[in-house]
């Protein structure tokens, strides 16, 4: 900052200059300014010069002080001052630096808010390692479980195992929970839930399964009720080649873990009951070249006492891993219309009416497969929280009553995951319109070029972890497919917000010097001091902190397509905000 | 004394015409503002010194509400007067 005085022989040169008039003369003017000014201002008078300000006259009161050497209270005398106002206009034009700055009300809550919108994202580690810290526990609770009830029910033992969670690059988080409810009577039950989910956002394709198990032993004579009911929850979501294996073998580990304990059971309950005898079938997964069928075929219960009946379940889980893109997109518009609900209840009662050992078994199972991840799009990551914290309430109360939520939890935080990709929801949508609609063939055609700009912008942004956020798209875009004429305006807009901005075109170049400001240049080139961002974009590589750039840097102002800087547009002052948001707050 | 009376008082004194007197006062007050807007300190001789001064940042508290805001820096035009004047002035009476 240059403080470099100007004397009165200096202003009378510049003025002189300008005015072109003699130095003489502006001298005098000068001095006859002054003498006017004071005699105005003695004569009790204000005096205003037009555009630069108002001279008035102050008197200041005398005040006590003390004497710094020796210490005795003096008074000083009270005086005038000449006080200077200046005017709006100078005002305004010395303080251009800083025009820009607003005051900001500070409540707190702006920092709260930045840190839970930026968690998510950095630590589904630590989530995991909580949550095979709460599986711990809760296995350890049924070991307790089981020695206290030991003098009545022999042994309930139950098998630890090792849940493997590995984390890579686009897995979501695989929960594996093991909940139990216990009531005062000697009743219990055993929940289990194993779900390994890898979500892997580039597939619509999808297939979720639900399998219930429930044994409820009722013998009615006797004081020992033991009751236990198996739920074994699997999601599996389609993967590429490698995955799903994985996933089918927990699957079948799961499973056969639960079928070693209704094999307990059962000797457990050997004295009424004579025998339950659960045989196990061979599981096999076989990976072919392009499909994963696990087969998972058959559980038999037998029962040597009392009419039994056997069902068979066969279900088959059909991955077939991304070929190329346009395969995709065929997939997609064969399966979209196309989806399946099916649900199986299957119920075994024993009932020897003669015996007091009243043993019910009833198995249900729920499948349903979907082809359409859209259908849960709208399921936003609050609601996921929420049931969050509900199981932790439950657990605090120690009702022994822990639901299983976190499959759910799962499975909509895979699809909240594939959500925040709004380019996959134009594409859905744009099929989905695009045979809705074959009519419209033209948009057809433009729709499928569009589509593989947005995969292509997808991958793209994916490969650079996401530099650029993707923003969260209004759930009215999804539901409302019908109203396709007010759409293409609204994704074309979030078409370019979604993908990567490119520069090639520059509408100048400015030097950074002592008190410029992006926002600044920003206002002068868009029209809109929030669109500074798109500057900063352009020039990172050259520019560490946007909040501090070193004097003397060369800032391009790129060309930005006029719908993104379009500062009567709500929406674009809104994404430039968030992308403020996120380059300021990560420096 | 406002802006024309002002330049009607200099024309008398200088026994030259309201327009002339108008079209320097406009200069001089161009050439400051130019010079302040550039942060550069004038001085007049005799009269004072016009100089511009940064406000720092600051947090106010809105005493009623509690409410904390950030007031940001800003740069503002300030005058101090020499001594000369100020001894002038000393023998003003206070009223």
Known sequence: MSKDKISSQEIIDFVSSKASVSKRAVEEFLKVLTSTIEEALIAGEVVKIKNFGTFKMQWNEPRKSVNVQTGEDIILPGFHKVTFTPDNQLRDLVNEPFAHLEPVELDGSPIEKTNTSSEPPLDPLRSLNEQAFEIRNILDEIRELSTIADGKVESIEIVEQEHTFELKEDVVEPIINSNIIESERPEYSVEETAEPIVVEPELPHQDFEEVDIQINFNPKSEPVVPEISISITESSESEPPLDPLRSLNEQAFEIRNILDEIRELSTIVDGKVESIEIVEQEHTFELREDVVEPIIDSYIIESERSEYSVEEISESIVVEPELSVIIEIEKVENELPHQDFEEVDIQINFNPKSEPVVPEISISITESSESEPELYESVSDQDVSIEEKKVKKRKHKKTWLIVILSLILLIFLGIGAYSFYPPARNFMDKNYSSIKFSVLKKSESISMTDMFNTVSGWFASKNEKEIVPQSIVIPKDTTQIDSIDAKPEVDSLQMLFDNPRVYTAYLGTERIHDGSRLAIMAKRYYGSKDFWVYIYEANREHIANPDRIPVGTLIKVPKVDKRLIDSSNERCIRKAKELHDIYVKRN | ?95
């Open chain 2, 1 to 95: 004394m406002n802006h024309k009376e002002l330049i009607a008082a200099l024309s008398e004194k200088m026994n030259a015409p309201k327009s002339i007197v108008e079209s320097l006062l406009e200069t001089t007050v161009a050439t400051c503002t130019e010079l302040l807007v550039e942060e550069k300190t004038i001085g007049f001789q005799s009269f004072g010194n016009f100089e511009v001064r940064k406000k720092e940042e600051r947090l106010s508290v809105h005493p009623a509400t509690q409410v904390r805001t950030l007031i940001p820096p800003k740069l503002v035009v300030n005058f101090k007067q020499s001594t000369i004047l100020k001894d002038k002035l000393k023998d003003l009476p206070h009223e």
